[in-house]
């Protein structure tokens, strides 16, 4: 069952901050973060694994709360080069379903100058 | 560069006509996996393979079947195309934790008339 990405899509003007929420209805082992520019294959942004860690990279932060089974991704101070779609995928634990992501439906995000 | 290989990046095919896409990594990758990703329904899970000579069904296995030829290759065949398996196709790979996320490919943009 994929997760669900909240909102569907986000319009920002550059410098500004925004969340976007996955959540899940499976225990979590690991969640990732990926983002798709237009016409071009998903670039891995980072990983967060069990054990409700947050990590960075550059001004792009994420946190992962296993027992609400839900993660967030927080941009801030946003460029224009962070326009593209934002997807989490979710590693379920057990039940055949390790070693395999699950993707959300996606956060269109648009920066304007 | 290291990474994933995909080709054809393009194809046509009629309804019936069958084809193999192929997908090769050089980054000693165990897990291997094809996903297909349609207009607002985010990547979905065809096939994966874990290890060499293993392969599992994924969401939307029907109508494809999959080759872990060697370490390195995992092909995806259509056997006899529908208009409903137009889509773009994206082959990935990872270490065996994936815990450095997952490496795609560009893409293979499949039109089925």
């Known amino acids: 069952q994929q997760p669900v990405q909240s909102p569907q899509a986000v319009i920002l003007r550059e410098g500004e901050d925004a969340v976007i929420n996955c959540s899940s209805s499976?225990?979590?082992?690991?969640v990732h973060w990926y983002r798709q520019k237009h016409g071009e294959a998903p670039v891995f942004l980072m990983i967060?694994?069990?054990?409700?860690e947050q990590k960075g990279h550059e001004k792009i932060s994420a946190s992962f709360n296993e027992k609400k089974q839900q993660s967030s991704l927080y941009l801030t101070a946003s460029q224009l080069s962070y326009s593209g779609t934002y997807f989490c995928?979710?590693?379920?634990?057990?039940?055949?379903?390790?070693?395999?992501?699950?993707f959300g439906k996606g956060t269109l995000l648009t920066v304007n100058p | 560069n290291a990474g994933v290989t995909q080709t054809p990046k393009f194809q046509v095919l009629k309804t019936g006509q069958s084809m193999t896409l192929q997908c090769a990594q050089d980054?000693?990758?165990?897990?291997m996996y094809w996903y297909r990703q349609d207009p607002g329904m985010g990547l979905r899970l065809i096939y994966y393979?874990?290890?060499?000579?293993?392969?599992d069904k994924g969401e939307v296995p029907n109508g494809y079947n999959v080759s872990r030829l060697n370490k390195r290759e995992f092909s995806l065949r259509l056997e006899s195309a529908a208009p409903s398996q137009t889509s773009v196709y994206f082959c990935?790979?990872?270490?065996?934790?994936?815990?450095?996320?997952?490496?795609f490919g560009s893409g293979t943009r499949l039109t089925v008339v």
């Open positions: 499976k225990a979590l082992y690991s």
């Open positions: 967060l694994l069990k054990g409700g």
């Open positions: 995928g979710t590693e379920s634990l057990g039940g055949g379903s390790n070693y395999k992501l699950t």
């Open positions: 980054m000693n990758h165990n897990s």
């Open positions: 393979s874990a290890s060499e000579g293993t392969t």
């Open positions: 990935a790979s990872s270490g065996f934790t994936g815990y450095y996320g997952y490496t």
